[in-house]
């Protein structure tokens, strides 16, 4: 595999000098700046060998780097060694920006080059802003790697659905009506929407386009006064056909969007520049007055309305009675030696798939036993796979797609003898988890003034976890979804009923074990206060907290109470849908402690 690297990164080179390159940045995106993206465009991974899902290669003539953050940095040393491709850990104080590394290597005068497709508008406007200071040029190149990615998988084609009303709560129509006055108090005639999940949410469509993403690759112009479905033919059904035609939705093909840009005579038109990429923006007539700011969708979208919120509520449900049946099992199999990281998985899929309504993962499931679990992503491989023991700890990090929506939890399950060091650990994210569960905060609050409540237990230790706290998830949609955050970075988007977001602190140590508590919540209001009124977070993940890693002296009554009442309500919820042994398993797991 690494000579296979070697001599890809070594074709790439090839083409540098008849195209006058001096350096090619190659990201993990795709033409929609999506966080998963489609075989076809796993640029950054076919031509470095890492397979994380974020990173970004820099190839030079003589030197090549790769840039990730914390979540890969154990993945990414052992995928890198070998390669000639270096290692760039983000958010180290060592560590130089891309920008940096190129003004290190580049002489003034030079370029560096990027396919305009893969980089937002934003982005190639703060590289060039960067790079100017030292003299160097941005040069919008195509895609480098079309005449020497000989087997590269095409563009998906698989056909797009439509997702029923009892699902989505809102028709279409509704959805455009609703984005269309939200143009109209901005004095804007069109939208052009590039996120797909924003254009699922919208049209009311799904596909399966993206693995574990039930999304369809296409663009989306609305005007105040017609729809346009930028999508290749083959993925429109004539089912969906007659239902875009009935919204009065127009066709064009995929491929075709610049052309249809660079002729649009409308007034003006919306783009946000963080989720549009450069070739897009580069494409609209000149003569159309370009608005930049966010796209109305991704608001609408993040607030859940009463149908969707039902549906998670029931989703949750079924995907706790899987998780019971998945932790009983669990349970009673460490012990003959036989469960590996790899059987595991396949068998939470087993007790998953035979929920109604669902559709599949909602990303590959994170099994990481002892050190595994403290690699951030880690994703076992027959290679790394190893055998589970009576114990030390389980990190297990998994979720489902269902029609009436999405769901993601991690677990930290003590299979047998743990260390005071573990213990402790384990308390203390729990500490930090059910401080921001308890969270009530004045509305207008914002994500990163709450970031604090889940990193305290654990930043009086001086530890620290170097990746969000909360991040939003998609009603049959993403699982990382925005706007809204809890993270230590500023993010202006404040909480608002109806938002969904994930709490899940963590700590790792590398070599020995990784913690990480992951319950899903929904903003609620919590009545008036002073100077106005108050939310709260309702926990809408079901399924038991592992009760062996607690040291119950280092918890207050109040988080005892906390947990108490939280499992009181897993077994009132899901003990109706289990068989008498499995009601039995349930009721020792969520006993007070």
């Known amino acids: 595999m690494k000579q296979n690297i070697k001599e890809r990164v070594h074709a790439l080179r090839m083409t540098f000098h008849p195209n006058y390159i001096k350096a090619f940045i190659i990201p993990s995106t795709d033409p929609h700046l999506s966080e998963y993206v489609a075989p076809h465009w796993m640029s950054r991974e076919w031509i470095s060998g890492f397979t994380g899902s974020a990173g970004t290669a820099v190839i030079l003539m003589d030197k090549a780097g790769l840039w990730t953050d914390s979540r890969y940095f154990l993945q990414a040393e052992k995928e890198l060694e070998g390669s000639g491709i270096t290692l760039y850990k983000e958010m180290l104080p060592e560590t130089p920006s891309i920008t940096e590394f190129l003004c290190q290597h580049l002489k003034p005068g030079e370029s560096v080059s990027i396919d305009g497709k893969m980089f937002s508008v934003q982005q190639v406007e703060q590289m060039k802003e960067e790079l100017a200071v030292h003299q160097l040029q941005v040069d919008i190149f195509g895609d480098p790697l079309k005449n020497i ?31 269309r006055s939200e143009l109209k108090k901005k004095g804007v005639y069109a939208l052009f929407i590039s996120a797909l999940d924003e254009i699922a949410w919208t049209l009311n469509l799904r596909g399966n386009d993206v693995h574990c993403n039930p999304v369809i690759v296409s663009y989306l112009l609305i005007t105040q006064d017609e729809v346009t479905y930028f999508v290749s033919p083959e993925k429109v059904t004539p089912e969906v056909e007659t239902y875009l035609k009935k919204q009065q939705i127009g066709i064009q093909k995929y491929d075709e969007v610049e052309t249809f840009l660079n002729s649009f005579s409308g007034e003006n038109i919306l783009i946000d520049p963080r989720k549009t990429n450069y070739a897009i923006y580069s494409a609209i007539h000149p003569k159309c007055s370009i608005i930049r700011g966010e796209s109305p969708v991704t608001l609408l979208k993040a607030i859940r309305n009463e149908q969707e919120i039902a549906g998670i509520h029931a989703a949750m449900q079924r995907d706790g009675v899987a998780l019971v049946r998945f932790l009983k099992w669990l349970e009673e199999s460490v012990s003959t030696g036989k469960e590996t990281e790899l059987s595991i998985d396949k068998k939470l899929h087993e007790f998953r798939a035979a929920q109604p309504l669902y559709m599949g993962e909602s990303f590959d499931t ?17 290679e790394s796979d190893v055998p589970l023991q009576p114990k030390g700890f389980l990190l297990l990090d998994s979720g489902a797609q269902y029609l009436d929506g999405t769901t993601d939890i991690t677990r930290t399950i003590a299979l047998g003898e743990l260390t005071e060091e573990e213990k402790t650990d384990y308390t203390l994210i729990l500490k930090g988890h059910i401080a921001l569960a308890m969270a009530k905060f004045p509305a207008g609050t914002r994500g990163a003034q709450l970031d604090v409540l889940a990193r305290m237990p654990i930043w009086n230790h001086r530890m620290n976890f170097l990746h969000g706290t909360g991040h939003g998830v998609g009603h049959f949609l993403s699982v990382h979804e925005g706007p809204q955050s809890i993270r230590m970075n500023e993010n202006p988007v404040i909480l608002q009923p109806g938002m969904i977001t994930s709490n899940e602190p963590g700590v790792y140590k590398a070599g020995s074990h990784g913690i990480r508590t992951e319950n899903l919540t929904l903003v609620c209001k919590d009545g008036e206060g002073m100077f106005g009124e108050y939310l709260k977070f309702e926990t809408i993940t079901l399924c038991p907290i592992c009760k062996k890693g607690i040291i119950k002296e280092m918890l207050t009554k109040e988080e005892i109470e906390w947990l108490n009442n939280y499992h009181q309500t897993v077994y009132e919820k899901l003990s109706p849908d289990l068989n008498e042994e499995e009601k039995v398993w349930l009721q020792e797991a969520t006993t007070s402690i």
């Open 149 to 179: 990615w000989k087997d590269r998988p095409s563009i998906p084609d698989s056909p797009a659905f439509i997702y029923d009303i009892k699902y989505a709560g809102k028709s279409c129509e509704e959805k455009i009506s609703a984005i």
């Open 366 to 382: 994170i099994a990481g036993y002892k050190e595994h679990g403290a690699i951030v992503h880690y994703s076992a491989t027959p």
